[in-house]
């Protein structure tokens, strides 16, 4: 038999932990951002005026999580979104859970009609094809009503065996460019790939956060470093999986001067291309590229099957990666009043009101 219970406040946030490791760890389709060391810590930077509602599964007879959905309600233009914790820095979405994904679906499905502060459940990131993805299609068996769009795909590649084997496999335009590119870096100084260990985490990353704010503001963009905010959350994210061994930090130097940078994750035998930048002063030798191929190299080295460039169709993830993930973005609602005013209000409404803002600006 089975029960569920809802986590709505910080401290039983806090007291899951053990019960959440413990079925993240038996879950195959996860990535870092369902951890709790990231759930956790961006509910506590993000979580502004939203409510926690972490749905858990749970087995009676031994007291064992079977599913978490992280959610909370985020209230917006009027209508209360179930959303998942971190799908705006996390490029995917998946439940926790060692269930069967109709039997999920149907105790979830309960709980929720039964439980009225909800409009709409929105999604980021769904992974076309995965558990949760089926998860969410057997919602619609269970009553509620889904409106999906794509999003941009997620490249990646497997690895295959060794390094020369890969490298040989290379387009002879992109091993071209990147050895032209590489001796010209080399003519100012020794090029050095460096792997950042826990100490020195702090102080690169304010190196980092300054480098990627340089690049932004050439670009005539903004940084996602902007923000003090933003800048604290991945202190700590970028500290606790350190500690936790899912912490791939590294450094290209050219001589003593940093020209690229890139703060990236792995986890069972993947690794994620998270968030790269470079030295603008070095942008002509195309120092980032340089820099991945090294981290691409690095991989063999530690036994990584699969490289993840994560959500983006960028020209140059597609030179090295050789399939893609479809991610998907869109809504559940209960086909009641409230769901069926929402989807008037997406589809019509709000495109309207955002055509005459442009308009006006």
């Excluded at 009553?143 to 497997?158: C, D, I, N, S, Y």
């Excluded at 099957?305 to 869109?330: C, H, P, T, V, W």
């Amino acid at each position: 038999m089975i029960r569920i219970i809802e986590i709505t406040d910080i401290s039983g946030f806090d007291n899951i932990k053990s019960e959440w490791d413990s079925l993240f760890n038996k879950t195959s389709e996860v990535t870092v951002f369902q951890s709790y060391e990231f759930q956790r810590t961006w509910w506590e930077y993000f979580k502004n005026r939203s409510s926690l509602h972490i749905i858990i599964v749970q087995d009676v007879s031994t007291n064992k999580f079977r599913a978490i959905l992280s959610l909370y309600i985020e209230r917006k233009y009027g209508f209360r979104k179930l959303r998942f914790i971190g799908d705006n820095f996390g490029d995917y979405i998946h439940i926790l859970s060692d269930m069967e994904k109709e039997d999920l679906a149907y105790c979830v499905v309960k709980f929720l009609k039964q439980n009225k502060y909800w409009d709409i459940i929105q999604f980021n990131g769904l992974v076309l094809g995965s558990y949760t993805h089926m998860v969410l299609q057997h919602f619609m068996k269970n009553g509620l009503k889904m409106f999906v769009q794509e999003q941009t795909p997620a490249p990646f590649m497997r690895l295959g065996n060794n390094w020369n084997d890969f490298y040989a496999g290379l387009s002879k335009k992109t091993r071209k460019s990147s050895e032209y590119y590489l001796r010209r870096l080399s003519k100012q100084g020794e090029v050095k790939y460096v792997k950042v260990n826990n100490i020195d985490i702090g102080d690169e990353l304010n190196h980092f956060f300054l480098m990627h704010r340089n690049r932004w503001e050439t670009r005539n963009g903004s940084s996602i470093f902007s923000s003090e905010n933003i800048c604290s959350f991945f202190q700590t994210i970028a500290q606790k999986f350190a500690d936790k061994g899912y912490l791939s930090f590294s450094l290209l130097k050219v001589g003593e001067v940093t020209v690229a940078m890139h703060m990236g994750f792995q986890y069972q035998n993947r690794g994620y291309y998270y968030i790269p930048t470079m030295n603008i002063e070095y942008s002509k030798y195309s120092p980032g590229i340089i820099h991945l191929l090294q981290i691409l190299r690095d991989s063999f080295s530690q036994d990584l099957q699969i490289f993840d460039f994560m959500s983006g169709n960028e020209k140059y993830k597609y030179s090295f990666s050789n399939e893609e993930a479809q991610l998907l973005r869109g809504y559940l609602n209960n086909n009641n009043f409230r769901g069926t005013l929402y989807q008037l209000f997406t589809l019509h409404l709000k495109p309207v009101l955002l055509r005459m803002t442009k308009h006006k600006g």
